[in-house]
């Protein structure tokens, strides 16, 4: 299994965490789990030297607080391993202009960046994501097309992975069988978070206000006046219905997902008690979750050495699992070896 996240803010939110890191932590279980801080995918808008290297470090160090055990996992930053990049060229030169044009989370950031803004990185965003997948193709090769390859996606990248499944399609009838075609795989419990303030638009990192967004590393304080302040509706009601109540809607998936409790009951237990204890407990809920991830990235942040060494380690065994599949990639595309 192959997962990233970007390090394009301060901090992870609570839609990252409950839509993909917790089950980060649980896939290590089951699946040779390789993860990645896509440090080149945050390039792809506008950024800060300094700030993507301190990002980059908090990053790591909050997936490991999170739980993802580098024994187990190999956790590793892209820019550690060159073949991401190397292969992207590659199925760059199988991407179609008018399919790439077609990712509606490109269109949504480049009409918030502008022309001016609008990178040819941002538009082959989702082509370094195919690559950063296809490279951890367990056994590349002869044979790969029927191995599995699982990527836990929540619903804002599903279109995105349907790109390297086709890609991986295209290289394999193309140049014969190399990639495994991966899967889309929703962890059970994975939930769509919406931004606090406007609870039609995804939570995220780059795109959400401070008010919209909870972040993992936030202060106590902070955190339940954003929850307090949450957009709901004029009525009174504890109710899901996403269509009328979307603010309420979205705060009930939260509970639901921290406590394990399914939504019905939680409907139950607030019935004819308005929105007011309701948020209050859910602030307690997200408070407690947090507040020892939070202790424990800070604790691993003081250890810069540490952490830099499990990042080297990671980066060793993501790259032998890179060189593996290149080897495999540049003999097929008919590139001549060094000999
Ligand atoms: P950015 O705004 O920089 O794109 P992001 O908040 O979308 O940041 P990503 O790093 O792009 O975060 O995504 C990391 C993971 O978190 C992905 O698996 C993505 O599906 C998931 N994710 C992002 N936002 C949400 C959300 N609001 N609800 C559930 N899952 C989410
Ligand atoms: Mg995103």
């Known amino acids: 299994m192959l997962s990233g996240i970007q390090p394009t803010a301060d901090s992870f939110h609570l839609g990252n965490y409950l839509g993909a890191l917790r089950q980060w932590v649980a896939m290590q279980e089951t699946h040779?789990?390789?993860?990645?801080?896509?440090?080149?995918?945050?390039?792809?808008?506008?950024?800060?030297?300094?700030?993507?290297?301190?990002?980059?470090?908090?990053?790591?160090?909050?997936?490991?607080?999170?739980?993802v055990d580098p024994e187990r996992a190999t956790l590793f930053v892209q820019s550690h391993v060159p073949e991401h990049a190397e292969l992207s060229w590659i199925l760059g030169c199988l991407t179609g202009f008018g399919e790439a044009g077609?990712?509606?989370?490109?269109?949504?950031?480049?009409?918030?960046?502008?022309?001016?803004g609008t990178t040819v990185?941002?538009?082959?965003?989702?082509?370094?994501?195919?690559a950063d997948i296809l490279l951890y193709t367990p056994g590349p090769g002869e044979g790969a097309a029927e191995r599995v390859l699982r990527v836990p996606v929540g619903e804002d990248q599903r279109q995105h992975?349907?790109?390297?499944?086709?890609?991986?399609?295209?290289?394999?009838?193309?140049?014969?069988?190399?990639?495994?075609?991966?899967?889309?795989?929703?962890p059970e419990g994975a939930a769509k978070i919406t931004?606090?303030?406007?609870?039609?638009?995804?939570?995220?990192?780059?795109?959400?206000?401070?008010?919209?967004?909870?972040?993992?590393?936030?202060?106590p304080g902070p955190m339940r006046k954003k929850i307090m302040r949450a957009v709901t509706d004029t009525g009174t009601e504890v109710r899901y219905d996403e269509e009328n109540k979307a603010g309420v809607t979205n705060l009930l998936r939260i509970y639901s997902a921290l406590a394990g409790t399914p939504v019905p009951e939680?409907?139950?237990?607030?019935?004819?008690?308005?929105?007011?204890?309701?948020?209050?407990?859910?602030?307690?809920?997200?408070?407690?979750?947090f507040t020892p991830i939070r202790e424990r990235t800070h604790k691993?942040?003081?250890?810069?050495?540490?952490?830099?060494?499990?990042?080297?380690?990671?980066?060793?065994?993501?790259?032998?699992?890179?060189?593996?599949?290149?080897?495999?990639?540049?003999?097929?595309v008919g590139f001549v070896g060094r000999g």
Not at 196 to 215: N, R, V
Not at 319 to 325: C, D, F, P, V
Request: proline share 3%; with cysteine; aromatic share 8%.
């Open 32 to 67: 040779q789990t390789f993860y990645c801080v896509v440090d080149l995918h945050a390039i792809t808008v506008k950024h800060d030297p300094a700030l993507l290297r301190r990002r980059t470090k908090v990053a790591a160090a909050q997936l490991l607080a999170m739980g």
């Open 102 to 116: 077609r990712m509606t989370q490109f269109k949504d950031k480049s009409a918030k960046q502008g022309t001016a």
């Open 121 to 130: 990185g941002l538009f082959t965003y989702p082509v370094l994501q195919a």
């Open 161 to 186: 992975l349907e790109l390297t499944r086709t890609l991986a399609q295209r290289f394999n009838q193309r140049f014969g069988e190399t990639f495994a075609v991966p899967e889309a795989y929703i």
């Open 195 to 219: 931004d606090l303030q406007e609870p039609t638009a995804k939570m995220s990192k780059s795109a959400s206000s401070p008010q919209g967004i909870i972040d993992v590393l936030e202060e």
């Open 266 to 289: 939680l409907e139950e237990r607030y019935a004819g008690s308005g929105y007011g204890q309701f948020k209050k407990d859910l602030a307690q809920l997200v408070v407690d979750t």
């Open 300 to 332: 691993l942040l003081d250890d810069e050495d540490q952490l830099d060494r499990i990042l080297a380690d990671g980066a060793a065994r993501a790259g032998e699992a890179a060189a593996r599949t290149m080897e495999v990639v540049r003999d097929r």
